[in-house]
């Protein structure tokens, strides 16, 4: 069986890395979760008036310089 430690390494030392790693983890996830939050947000907003009536503006040039 290959031993997986690292003998040159002082012991404690894996420990608070991969501590900091998991804390690292941890704190990724939560800013993903929170940017997914604020994206769903965001999305499910109504789109406003004024913008629709520019998007039908568009629309109404465009099929008129097409026909």
């Known amino acids: ?9 002082p012991k404690g030392a894996d420990n608070k890395g991969e501590a900091g790693l998991e804390e690292a983890r941890l704190r990724q996830q939560a800013i993903g979760v929170k940017l997914r939050h ?6 499910n907003e109504p789109v ?4 629709l009536d ?7 040039k465009a099929a008129d310089g097409a026909a």
Do not use: G, H, N, Q
């Open 1 to 9: 069986m290959i031993d997986s430690t690292d003998s040159s390494r």
């Open 38 to 43: 604020m994206f769903d947000e965001v999305v």
């Open 48 to 51: 406003p008036d004024e913008f």
């Open 54 to 60: 520019i998007l039908k503006r568009a629309d109404a």
